[in-house]
C-alpha cells in the first residue's frame, strides 16, 4: 500500500529528505553493526502487568526474535500488504511485532490498550482488518477473548502468552522463510507502515496511513530536538501507539543504535526508578507529572538522575515556572514538543530558545517565510496560518488563525476518506489547531486552541488551553480544565471543571476567579461556573478530552 503519488515521492527522495529507509532495514543494519548492545527493555513490573519475567534483548535478538514472529505470521495467513491490529501494552512484543509486521510488508494498526469492544469493532471494521494481535492475560484477567467478539468473521487471531511467546534463537527455516518471502514481495520506504489513530477528542478516531519515510523523518527530527546520542538509553512512558512514541522512541533507536526502555501503565515512582537504575538519558513525560516534581524536591532528590540530560514533554501547553525549575534548580533541560499522528512536528529546545517563558507556549515558525532557524527539522516543514472562515494567509501577529502544514513528514490523508477538507487546495494540512504569530521579531507561533474547542463568548473567541495553563497552580486542587456551556444571550460562557485535593476543602467559584484575577487574566476569560469532578475525562493518551466535559456541564 503506497499512498504518496509519484511526484511526491521524487521530491523528497531527489532532495534527501526521504532516505529510503524502512524500520526492519534498520533494525537489521543495528544487528549487523551492534550485535550485544541491548535494544530493548521491559517494564519493571511486567511480572504484576502479563504474568511473566521481564526481557531484555541484544539488537541480534530483537532482530532474530522477530524474524522468527514475522515466519509464524506467514504460517498462518498474514501476507504482505496485510492490515494488523495489534493491541499490546508496552512490553518487549510490542517492539518485535512491529519489526515482525514490517519484514513481511504487513501493515501494523496499533490501538491503545484501554479500548474495549466498540472501539475495536469500529477499527477493524473500518480497516477490514486481516488479523489482531494481543495477549492471553492482563493484570491476571483473561484479555484478548474479551475482545474478540468484536472482531470480523475471518480475522486471524494471535496471543502472546501460554501459547506463543518471544523466540530469540536462530531458525534457518524461519530465516530463509522471511528472505523469501522477501525476494518475492519487495517493500521500499514509500510503502505504509502504520495507521495510527487520531485520539478522537472531537468524535470518532481517523486511521492515519504513514510511511517508513515519513517516519524515519519524524525521527531525525525527534533525535535533534532531543539531542539523542548514539548508544543512549530511552524511557519511553507514553502507549507505543502514536507520534509521541512512535516518532520519539521506535525509529530513533534503530536509527542511532540506542536501548529503548519501555514503561507501562505510568506510575511515577516505577518511572523515576527506571531513570535512575536504567541509566535514562532522555525520556518524555506529560505536562502534569512534570509539574508535580517540580513542586516536589523531596520526591526528586531521593533519586540520582546524572544520566538525564533533557526531558520531552507536549500534548498541552507548559508551565513556565515548572521549566524555571527543571531549568535551574533540577539542571535538567525541558524540551517542548508539538507533534500530530498526520506530521505536524515542532519543537522548542533550549538550543532555539533559553527563556522558560517563552519555550513553554511558543515554537520557532519552522519553515515560514522570512524565518531561519539552524535546526534540520526547520527544513522539513513548511507552516502558515489562515483565516479559519475565509482561507486567507494572516501575516500579522496576534491574530489566531488555523496553522497549516506541509512537508515529508506529512501523511497523505486519512484512510478511507475523501479527505476533501484535510488540505488546502495548494497542499497544506489543516490542523485544526489555532495559533498566532508573536515574538519581538514575529519568529514564532502561540497555541491558541482547537478551532472546535474554541469558546465563542458573545463574539469573541477565547483559547480554553491558555485558561488550563494557568489553572495548573490553583490550590487544593489535583487538576482543572475549562470548557464551554451554552448561553442564551452570549451564546457560551465558561466552566471551570475541578478535581480538588479534598472534597471537605474544595474551593469555590469567587476562589477560583481570585486566583485567576491575580493572574492577570482577561475578565472576560473569568470562568462563571465551577463544577467539580473525581476526575477529567481523558483519552488513552492522556489529553482531557473537553467535548465530554461540555456534555457533562451541559447535562448538569
Excluded at 475482545?147 to 523466540?167: H, Q, Y
Excluded at 512514541?245 to 516505577?270: E, K
Excluded at 536504567?278 to 523531596?298: C, G, H, R
Excluded at 452570549?490 to 477560583?512: F, K, N, Y
Aim: charged share 20%; aromatic share 8%; hydrophobic share 40%.
Amino acid at each position: 500500500m503506497i499512498t504518496s503519488p509519484s511526484s511526491r515521492i521524487d521530491k523528497y527522495e531527489q532532495s534527501g529528505l526521504w532516505e529510503g529507509l524502512t524500520l526492519h532495514d534498520l533494525l537489521a543494519v543495528q544487528a549487523e553493526k551492534n550485535p550485544t548492545v541491548l535494544a530493548v527493555v521491559d517494564p519493571l513490573n511486567r511480572m504484576d502487568l502479563v504474568g511473566s519475567e521481564s526481557l531484555r534483548l541484544t539488537f541480534s535478538e530483537l532482530n532474530q526474535a522477530s524474524i522468527n514472529f514475522a515466519a509464524h505470521l506467514l504460517n498462518n495467513g498474514v501476507n504482505c500488504g496485510d492490515k494488523i491490529v495489534v493491541q499490546l501494552p508496552n512490553i518487549v512484543e510490542l517492539v518485535v511485532t512491529y519489526m515482525a509486521v514490517s519484514k513481511i510488508g504487513a501493515i501494523i494498526s496499533p490501538i491503545p490498550i484501554q479500548y474495549g469492544t466498540h472501539e475495536v469493532a469500529h477499527i477493524t471494521a473500518t480497516l477490514n482488518a486481516n488479523a489482531y494481535i494481543s495477549l492471553d492475560q492482563l493484570k491476571g484477567e483473561s484479555f484478548a477473548e474479551n475482545l474478540i467478539p468484536a472482531l470480523a468473521d475471518g480475522m486471524s487471531v494471535f496471543t502472546f502468552g501460554e501459547n506463543l511467546s518471544v523466540d530469540v534463537y536462530r531458525s534457518d527455516l524461519a530465516n530463509t522463510a522471511v528472505e523469501t518471502y522477501r525476494s518475492l514481495n519487495p517493500i521500499t520506504a514509500n510503502h505504509i507502515s502504520t495507521i495510527c489513530w487520531t485520539s478522537g477528542t472531537t468524535g470518532t478516531p481517523k486511521g492515519v496511513p504513514r510511511s517508513h519515510n515519513m517516519w524515519v523523518t519524524v525521527g531525525r527530527n525527534c533525535i535533534e530536538a532531543g539531542n539523542y546520542q548514539a548508544g543512549d538509553r530511552l524511557l519511553n512512558p507514553f502507549p507505543l501507539v502514536n507520534m509521541a512514541s512512535v516518532g520519539s522512541f521506535l525509529y530513533p533507536f534503530v536509527l542511532l543504535g540506542c536501548t529503548l526502555v519501555l514503561h507501562h501503565p505510568f506510575d511515577p515512582v516505577v518511572f523515576l526508578q527506571q531513570i535512575q537504575v536504567e541509566e535514562i538519558a532522555f525520556t518524555i513525560v506529560p505536562p502534569a507529572m512534570l509539574n508535580q516534581l517540580a513542586k516536589n524536591e523531596t520526591m526528586w532528590n531521593q533519586f540520582n538522575f546524572d544520566s538525564l540530560r533533557s526531558i520531552g514533554s507536549g500534548s498541552a501547553p507548559l508551565a513556565p515556572w515548572m521549566i524555571e525549575q527543571f531549568d535551574n534548580v533540577y539542571q535538567k533541560k525541558i524540551v517542548n514538543f508539538y507533534g500530530s499522528n498526520e506530521g505536524i512536528n515542532l519543537f522548542s529546545r533550549p538550543e532555539d530558545i533559553y527563556d522558560p517563558e517563552i519555550r513553554a507556549s511558543m515554537f520557532p515558525r519552522f519553515g515560514s517565510a522570512g524565518n531561519n532557524w539552524s535546526s534540520s527539522a526547520s527544513k522539513t516543514i513548511q507552516t502558515k496560518i489562515i483565516d479559519i472562515e475565509t482561507g486567507d494567509d494572516i501575516t500579522e501577529a496576534g491574530v489566531a488563525g488555523e496553522l497549516v502544514v506541509k512537508g515529508p513528514t506529512i501523511f497523505d490523508g486519512y484512510f478511507g476518506m475523501d479527505n476533501v477538507d484535510v488540505f488546502t487546495e495548494d497542499g497544506f494540512f489543516l490542523t485544526g489547531d489555532l495559533v498566532e504569530i508573536c515574538g519581538d521579531e514575529d519568529q514564532f507561533y502561540r497555541i491558541a486552541g482547537r478551532s472546535k474547542d474554541i469558546i465563542n463568548r458573545g463574539g469573541m473567541k477565547l483559547s480554553p488551553s491558555e485558561i488550563d495553563v494557568l489553572l495548573e497552580g490553583l490550590p487544593g486542587t489535583v487538576e482543572a480544565a475549562v470548557c464551554a456551556y451554552p448561553d442564551d444571550n452570549l451564546g457560551e460562557r465558561i466552566c471551570a471543571c475541578v478535581v480538588p485535593s479534598s472534597s471537605s476543602d474544595a474551593p469555590t467559584l469567587a476562589q477560583v476567579v481570585n486566583y485567576l484575577q491575580s493572574k492577570g487574566i482577561a475578565k472576560i476569560k473569568l470562568p462563571e461556573r465551577l463544577e467539580l469532578f473525581d476526575a477529567l475525562p481523558r483519552n488513552p493518551l492522556g489529553k482531557v478530552q473537553r467535548f465530554m466535559l461540555q456534555e457533562k456541564v451541559s447535562e448538569s
